[in-house]
């Protein structure tokens, strides 16, 4: 029996868009702890769990962004694509988004040396960040880039934490917080190419689907990290 005649039909570039836009509704930022630490019902040593934990996904960003260059033969892709790496781990006299983490952690009460020896960062973020890691690394580049999509929903992430932050948590020092307020701009910037490149090459529905998975995949990576700090860091 053939298939219905529409099931193979390829989205427009809008309706794909939307469709990949549409997987907003399960972004971290309405996790419960989320919800909890925009809200104020963090405790401190949660928000220092929290920032320790996320530690860990921010120093394997460059690696990620390493694995897709490295499986990227485009020029024009790498020379744009090499700009994340560069705003994380920082260059010349710019601070990088670690650089910007351990200020947050600074803000926190939390020691560096904690920070770094990664000992409070739980098995599940480990697991859950390396899955990410590994799958940049195997897949074929446009999928991981694909996979860079949730940037799409965190520029409001962002403006939660600005705009509830000092409210809730006065005995964080706002210097802390510049890392939130760069990711906003820079956020956006990095969706512009990483949809670019998805909605030029997932255009067979088939493609388009598999697009959705992947963006699901990193949605579920983001999810699992609250999950496990969540449990790790109960009050």
Sequence with gaps: ?????????????DEFEAQLRSKGT????HHPFNAKMTSGGCSREQIRGWVANRFYYQINLPLKDAAILSNCPDRETRRRWVQRILDHDG????????DAWERLADAVGLPR?????????????RFAVDAYVNFARRAPWQEAVCSSLTEMFAPQIH?????????HYP?????????FRARVALAQR?????????????????QQERALEILQFKLDILWTMLDSIEKAFPS
Aim: glycine share 12%.
């Design 26 to 29: 399960g972004y971290h930022i």
């Design 113 to 125: 040396d904690t920070l770094h020896s990664l000992e409070l960062v739980t098995p599940g973020v």
């Design 91 to 98: 260059y010349g006299g710019n601070e990088g988004g670690i």
């Design 190 to 206: 990095d969706v512009e190419h990483g949809l670019e490149v998805t909605l030029a090459w997932f255009t067979q529905r088939g």
């Design 171 to 179: 005995w964080i020092e706002s210097a802390g917080l510049a890392y």
């Design 159 to 167: 403006r939660d934490r600005l705009a509830t932050w000092p409210e």
């Design 1 to 13: 029996m053939s298939a219905p005649a529409n099931a193979a039909t390829p989205w427009t570039r």
